[in-house]
């Protein structure tokens, strides 16, 4: 490229000193010198010209046949143009490899960018949901899936939720909606037919509902019966049988009243935010509760009494219980269970703790599930029947907030209940003054 510099250079200079002799020789070396530089400019506007023409009508094949300087910066801008129809060839094949591969997916998939407006869509989805994958493109995805809890999961940073959604095209169909990142900056939201899932659990939800009243009454009666065998004089030899029919009649009242609890919570809805918890009360009663039993680890308690939740004091109250109950079943006497409620971004923390034996890390996804106990041959024998974290998980997501389990073998648990900010209230020091004087 320097070399043609040169030769433009020393060309045009011929031509100057060309025309200025042959107007020297004429008398008028300057309208020589003028006719030369004309020349000049006319070649390099006809350049200019046929480069022009070249990119209005996309033909380069003219650039190959410019001249000196010019026939250089053709050819490399025709190189950087084939270069670059062959990047867009080869995006326009993977992007229908996208397309057939998303067409190929049983789920729906929707592409959205920052906005939220809808960049392509499969097949799927416009079976799933009714998008239509031409004229929607543009379109914001929540202007055709009208949800609110799909608006609040498309503004979540978090990519591990999902939720459930009622179908927008039948009646009684279900659809679980997730987002998961999807390129720089674009999503990707995946929906998935979950409506015989929904059936299947809310029959199983019935048949326990149905299972536990049926039991209850003929356990009502046995349990009559065995009260009043163990207050009359009964022969030695029966008098730790019908203990033991005791003490397991209670735990199947137990294992009833909390399959009724989980049904109810099932079925139910958000809790309300109209009412507030003291949940540094009930932390309070359940220390007192759990302080003043034998053989039982140490209760520490460490509650802010000004942090309030919007919700129900009955629900929060058997969180407290269950998680407590649970980590006084796992710690040894000579343990410590720690319970603590306090502000956390924003929101509220509710975390009990324990310096138990801890659960292995592959056990930890599965210790919310009914009836999963870690030690199933210790459970039977220390009252536990796995159903109350499995009340804590449905609880807390009655209020929106969260369980994380953090567990070592050998050094013990924790058990966090996030709550977001918008379920958490703060007393004034006024009030909190006055309950410490009433209490």
């Known amino acids: 490229m320097p070399g043609s510099w040169r030769k433009l250079l020393i060309g045009l200079l011929l031509l100057l000193a060309t025309g200025a002799g042959v107007g020297w020789i004429y008398g008028h070396a300057d309208w020589g010198l003028l006719v030369a530089a004309l020349v000049a400019l006319f070649w390099q506007v ?24 010019w026939q250089q910066i053709f050819a490399r801008f025709s190189a950087e143009h084939d270069k ?23 789920d729906g998939a929707v592409i959205i960018d920052d906005n939220f407006e809808i960049v392509m869509c499969n097949r799927a989805a416009k079976r799933l949901a009714g998008f239509k994958p031409k004229k929607d493109r543009g379109q914001r995805v929540d202007n055709i899936l009208r949800d609110p809890d799909l608006a609040k999961l498309l503004h979540s940073d978090d990519h591990s939720r999902s939720i459930e959604i009622p179908s927008p095209l039948r009646v009684g169909d279900w659809l679980n909606c997730r987002i998961v990142p999807y390129g720089a900056d674009q999503k990707m939201l995946l929906l998935r037919d979950v409506t015989e899932r929904m059936r299947v659990n809310r029959m199983r939800r019935d048949f326990f509902a149905n299972a536990s009243h049926e039991l ?3 356990l009502t009666v046995i349990t009559g019966y065995l009260d009043s065998l163990a207050e009359e004089d009964v022969p030695e030899e029966w008098r ?71 919700g129900n004091s009955t629900q929060i109250e058997s969180v407290v219980t269950n998680l407590v109950s649970n980590a006084i079943r796992h710690t040894p006497s000579d343990g410590t269970v720690t319970v603590a409620w306090k502000r956390r971004k924003g929101g509220g923390e509710l975390s009990v703790s324990d310096t138990g034996e801890g659960i292995a890390e592959d056990q930890i996804p599965r210790v919310t599930e009914r009836f999963f106990r ?23 997501n009655r209020h929106d907030a969260e369980l994380q389990i953090d567990s070592k073998v050998g050094e013990g648990s924790q058990f966090r209940c996030l709550f977001p900010p918008e379920r958490v209230e703060k007393k004034t020091e006024d009030a909190v003054t006055e309950q410490r004087r009433l209490a």
Request: aromatic share 4%; net charge positive; glycine share 8%.
């Open 216 to 218: 209850r009454s003929p």
């Open 84 to 106: 670059s129809k062959a990047h867009q060839k080869k995006y326009r094949r993977l992007l229908r490899e996208i397309r057939k591969s998303t067409n190929a997916m049983p």
């Open 240 to 310: 730790l049988p019908v203990s033991q029919m005791q003490s397991q009649a209670l735990r199947m009242n137990k294992i009833i009243a909390e399959l009724l609890e989980l049904s109810r919570l099932e079925s139910a809805g958000p809790a309300s935010i109209e009412n507030t918890v003291d949940v540094a009360g009930i932390v309070a009663a359940a220390g007192k509760a759990y302080s003043g039993m034998k053989d039982v680890a140490k209760i520490e308690t460490d509650a802010d009494p000004a942090l309030l939740v919007r």
């Open 374 to 396: 870690v030690d199933r041959g210790r459970a039977r024998t220390d009252g536990g029947v796995g159903l109350g974290l499995a009340i804590v998980k449905h609880v807390l």
């Open 46 to 69: 006809r350049q200019l010209l046929q480069f022009d023409r070249a990119l209005r009508t996309n033909d380069f094949d003219a650039f190959r046949y410019g001249e000196g300087i």
